[in-house]
């Protein structure tokens, strides 16, 4: 049996591609609460309050996609290892092992998954100080929820070749992933095609997270589905649009795994599991269309667009 090509210990930062990078800078920056730290003609990089150099790169392109989801890895060393595996695996690299040239800087490669999703894997990347935890603003990403065809390919991919664990089932519809403690740091979603579904900033405190959909509501901005509590990972949830149409989500109290006692369950997909709290009342289709979103052609596509371009 293989080994996993490398340990994950966190998210660290995802990449979307937007329709609507210019808006999308000013929503997530002066609305969402994050902060720009670099940004030039097509791209923009902002952090939380957390102690990331960026959490989340906004890309220009003509349709929404997924850039890439990076995860830190403590060291370069092991990414020269996770490289090696991955070759004797013959699992398709687009970039590294090698000294990484973008904001943020660090070490790192980039692989693609079986659906053409990328993925990075990075150390050493640069320091910035953390800001604390006084204001109502997402201290970072602490999950991505993609859509699959294949959601037992998927899981299978992520657990064998990233070493991912899967923490709950949401009956044979969705696979919850952690790669630390936290219930997720993954989830996947079977889906018609393949896309981003959301991505969820973490909030410090139940308090914090209310209070951020506040300053939205003050924005004139009301949640797409939210307030609630979700059953899997006990974590709150609060869904809204980007000016792209993509779906972000604050969140708070992550369930936290004791790797040792852990047991995955199969949630049933009733009302009363969806919401703990009862407050949300069920996905409407609009929320449900935003988390479809378009069907993403993956690497190799974008790939090869380059390459003819
Ligand atoms: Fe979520």
Same mark, same amino acid.
């Given at each position: 049996m293989n080994q996993p090509i490398a340990r994950l210990r966190r998210l660290r930062s995802v990449e979307l591609r937007t329709h609507a990078r210019s808006a999308s800078t000013d929503f997530y920056s002066e609305v969402w609460g994050l902060r720009v730290v670099d940004q030039g003609d097509d791209a923009a990089w902002l952090r939380g309050t957390g102690d990331q150099h960026h959490v989340l790169q906004l890309t220009a392109a003509e349709r929404n996609g997924l850039g890439r989801i990076s995860f830190a890895i403590s060291t370069p060393a092991e990414i020269d290892e996770a490289a090696r595996r991955l070759d004797a695996r013959g699992i398709p690299m687009i970039q590294g092992?090698?000294?990484?040239?973008?904001? /943020?800087?660090?070490?790192?490669?980039?692989?693609? $998954? =079986?659906? +053409?999703?990328?993925? !990075?894997?990075i150390a050493d990347t640069?320091?910035?100080?953390?800001?604390?935890?006084?204001?109502?603003?997402?201290?970072?990403?602490?999950?991505?929820?993609?859509?699959?065809?294949?959601?037992?390919?998927?899981?299978?991919?992520?657990?064998?070749?990233?070493?991912?664990?899967v923490s709950d089932w949401s009956e044979h519809q969705m696979a919850f992933l952690r790669c630390n403690s936290d219930h997720h740091s993954?989830?996947?979603?079977?889906?018609?095609?393949?896309?981003?579904?959301?991505?969820?900033?973490?909030?410090?405190?139940?308090?914090?997270?209310?209070?951020g959909i506040g300053r939205l509501r003050h924005h004139?901005?009301?949640?797409?589905?939210?307030?609630?509590?979700?059953?899997? /990972?006990?974590?709150?949830?609060?869904?809204?649009? $980007? =000016?792209? +149409?993509?779906?972000? !989500?604050?969140t708070s109290g992550i369930a936290q795994v004791d790797e040792d006692r852990w047991l995955c369950r199969v949630w049933r997909r009733v009302p009363e599991l969806s919401d703990l709290w009862g407050t949300a009342g069920p996905p409407s289709k609009q929320v449900r269309d935003h988390m479809a979103g378009i069907p993403d052609p993956g690497a190799f596509e974008l790939h090869d667009l380059e390459r003819v371009s």
């Open positions: 092992p090698g000294a990484v040239d973008d904001a /943020g800087g660090g070490y790192g490669l980039r692989l693609v $998954d =079986p659906e +053409g999703r990328i993925v !990075e894997l640069l320091a910035v100080p953390d800001l604390g935890r006084g204001d109502a603003v997402p201290v970072g990403v602490t999950h991505v929820v993609l859509n699959t065809v294949d959601i037992d390919a998927a899981v299978s991919f992520y657990c064998d070749v990233l070493g991912m664990r993954i989830a996947f979603n079977q889906a018609q095609w393949a896309s981003v579904n959301h991505i969820a900033y973490e909030m410090p405190t139940v308090d914090h997270f209310m209070r004139g901005i009301l949640p797409l589905w939210g307030p609630g509590k979700h059953g899997p /990972g006990d974590n709150t949830f609060s869904y809204f649009a $980007d =000016p792209a +149409g993509l779906v972000c !989500e604050y």
